[in-house]
């Protein structure tokens, strides 16, 4: 097997196992709300990508600024919808973000194709069929939703924020994604601080405390960033984000084992049903993105 399609599966069983672990991890640290475990992700993975970058930012773009607008909304959304109806029913619902994409290509004038369709059709019956007969929880739901949209709109700035060249050397292109993890997470600390105003931060003067929270906010965030720079920069970018779509079960297996959190035969078909349609709608917003940047003859 080739060296870089190992280091991308590497890279694939990072976002897997950080995801799996981390997100649940939401209902682990119930003392904190989930503003306060926006600040400690934040603000410790921004330093840690500063420490990358050896203190050195310099100058970025428009959309890497809405970046850090947006990225703390999709945590806000994905954290509060954790923390009101359990990590298995959000990232059921979050697994849904590429549908996002597809209604915002259909609004720029992007064309949409059978398969679009296709994917559209198994992500909402997917979904559907992994949350019948499941406890439903309308501000859990609101929160996911919430967290879903600004996940696609997400995508959408990262797509073009500091856009990499041809000729950009490994080096350039680590550097500009670790500008954007800089930018993002130092906007998820912020707002998660301002959000946190009267909360009480007494429960981090206790070590075990210490080491739970700096785990959490080292796995979630800067592990599982690396782990998807090392998927996508060695496996062509659909295989790598069909692959990515397994931490959705790696989530809800973390759950699990951590909260609980159970599933129905029935549930577990839908779920892959919707992951199936995930991979039918990222294959054909790949093709487009790959069209949309090639120069007109």
């Known amino acids: 097997m080739h060296r870089k399609t190992v280091l991308g599966l590497f890279g694939v069983l990072g976002i897997w196992l950080t995801a799996g672990f981390a997100l649940p991890f939401v209902n682990v640290l119930t003392m904190f709300t989930p503003t306060q475990l926006m600040v400690f992700r934040g603000f ?4 840690m990508a500063l420490i990358g970058l050896r203190g050195v930012i310099g100058r970025v773009d428009t ?13 806000l959304g994905l954290f509060e919808g954790i923390r009101h109806w359990g990590a298995g029913p959000t990232i059921i619902i979050i697994t849904a973000t590429p549908l996002v994409n597809l209604i915002i290509g259909a609004f720029l004038g992007r064309r949409i194709s059978p ?31 919430f967290g879903t949209i600004m996940n696609g709109i997400l995508y959408e700035f990262f797509a073009r924020a500091l856009p990499e060249k041809t000729n950009d050397s490994l080096r350039e292109r680590w ?80 759950a699990s084992v951590m909260l609980g959190e159970h599933l129905t035969f029935v549930q577990w078909i839908g779920v892959g049903i919707s992951l199936c349609g995930a991979w039918y709608l990222s294959r054909w917003l790949a093709k487009e993105s790959t069209q949309e940047r090639q120069p007109a003859a």
């Open 115 to 145: 398969t679009s369709i296709v994917g559209l059709a198994l992500i909402l019956g997917g979904v559907v069929m992994a949350r019948w007969g499941g406890h439903f929880q309308w501000a859990g739901f609101a929160w996911t939703v």
């Open 175 to 254: 550097r500009k994604k670790l500008v954007k993890l800089f930018y993002a997470c130092m906007g998820m600390g912020t707002l998660g601080l301002i959000m946190s105003a009267g909360a009480s931060w007494s429960a981090i003067a206790e070590p075990k405390l210490i080491l739970f929270v700096v785990g959490f906010a080292i796995v979630g965030g800067f592990l599982y960033w690396i782990a998807n720079l090392i998927a996508f920069e060695n496996l062509p970018p659909t295989e790598a984000s069909v692959l990515a779509q397994g931490e959705t079960p790696a989530v809800m297996l973390g």
């Open 44 to 47: 410790l993975t921004a330093g």
């Open 63 to 75: 959309y890497t600024y809405l970046i850090a607008l947006t990225l703390p909304f999709a945590t």
